[in-house]
């Protein structure tokens, strides 16, 4: 097979699948490993697939695209459901938490609204309507002004005034994308200053990202993996990222989507 008809077919199934182990190409064409790095270079130079440790996937958005709410909210539905659960256990009565904006963070806040005594703390519109939707005469809703974004997120100086104000007891924050090299990250720098005063404001921090997120960079950093006392994804991270986070988080919880 020519270089540039194994290149293709290395494409078809990165195209299929998402992403691809150098090793499972090695076996299925029968080359080195230096032969499939080789392709996988000329392919991540052409834009087409981003190279990542082990491999390569799809060649996603730039770093600055910021999905808008309603695009996100139909990705990974069962896994972002399943985090929510997940995170929703740690809440208990009388707490003050906060939620980032976020759709996972949206989907926490709809499992809410038993706990008695709670005042949430919310830079999202959505996260506040989840909550409004379902009032409680002992519940506390806090919604901080400031620019709304394409994640419906309240971002800017009225918001990071808020926020700076107040102390909580864990925040669960939503993530763009995590990875080693560049932590949390998020497309819009606006909402990285946001995110990084809510984390300025709670005594722990619990992450709820789903597994796409994993190698996925946004333009601008919100705070280093080590920073996170929990990480919630679902059974989807690969192995070798389960290693590598759990090294770096405080605690990292698998949940299994239904």
Same mark, same amino acid.
């Given at each position: 097979?020519?270089?540039?008809?194994?290149?293709?077919?290395?494409?078809?199934?990165?195209?299929?699948?998402?992403?691809?182990?150098?090793?499972?190409? @090695?076996?299925?064409?029968?080359?080195?490993?230096?032969?499939?790095?080789?392709?996988?270079?000329?392919?991540?130079?052409?834009?087409?697939?981003?190279?990542?440790?082990?491999?390569?996937?799809?060649?996603?958005?730039?770093?600055?695209?910021?999905?808008?709410?309603?695009?996100?909210?139909?990705?990974?539905?069962?896994?972002?459901?399943?985090?929510?659960?997940?995170?929703?256990?740690?809440?208990?009565?009388?707490?003050?938490?906060?939620?980032?904006?976020?759709?996972?963070?949206?989907?926490?806040?709809?499992?809410?609204?038993?706990?008695?005594?709670?005042?949430?703390?919310?830079?999202?519109?959505?996260?506040?309507?989840?909550?409004?939707?379902?009032?409680?005469?002992?519940?506390?809703?806090?919604?901080?002004?400031?620019?709304?974004?394409?994640?419906?997120?309240?971002?800017?100086?009225?918001?990071?005034?808020?926020?700076?104000?107040?102390?909580?007891?864990?925040?669960?924050?939503?993530?763009?994308?995590?990875?080693?090299?560049?932590?949390?990250?998020?497309?819009?720098?606006?909402?990285?200053?946001?995110?990084?005063?809510?984390?300025?404001?709670?005594?722990?921090?619990? @992450?709820?990202?789903?597994?796409?997120?994993?190698?996925?960079?946004?333009?601008?950093?919100?705070?280093?993996?080590?920073?996170?006392?929990?990480?919630?994804?679902?059974?989807?991270?690969?192995?070798?990222?389960?290693?590598?986070?759990?090294?770096? @988080?405080?605690?990292?919880?698998?949940?299994?989507?239904?």
């Amino acid at each position: 097979m020519l270089a540039q008809q194994r290149q293709t077919a290395i494409l078809d199934l990165i195209r299929q699948r998402g992403g691809v182990r150098v090793s499972h190409l @090695v076996s299925r064409f029968g080359v080195s490993d230096m032969t499939i790095r080789r392709d996988l270079e000329v392919l991540a130079e052409r834009g087409l697939v981003d190279k990542v440790h082990g491999g390569a996937t799809l060649a996603g958005p730039g770093s600055a695209e910021e999905p808008g709410f309603a695009a996100k909210s139909i990705r990974q539905q069962a896994e972002k459901r399943a985090i929510a659960e997940r995170a929703a256990t740690m809440v208990e009565p009388g707490m003050a938490i906060a939620l980032s904006a976020g759709t996972t963070t949206a989907a926490l806040a709809t499992l809410l609204s038993d706990v008695r005594g709670l005042t949430v703390v919310t830079n999202s519109i959505p996260v506040a309507d989840a909550l409004y939707q379902n009032p409680r005469a002992d519940q506390t809703v806090v919604l901080t002004g400031g620019i709304r974004t394409p994640s419906d997120a309240l971002t800017g100086p009225v918001a990071e005034a808020a926020i700076s104000a107040l102390n909580v007891d864990l925040l669960f924050l939503g993530v763009h994308g995590l990875s080693p090299r560049t932590g949390f990250t998020t497309p819009n720098l606006l909402e990285a200053g946001v995110n990084r005063c809510l984390i300025g404001a709670a005594r722990r921090l619990v @992450v709820l990202a789903d597994h796409t997120k994993w190698e996925t960079i946004g333009i601008a950093t919100i705070a280093p993996l080590e920073a996170a006392d929990v990480l919630i994804t679902d059974r989807g991270l690969p192995p070798e990222a389960r290693t590598t986070i759990g090294e770096q @988080v405080g605690e990292l919880v698998i949940v299994e989507p239904d």
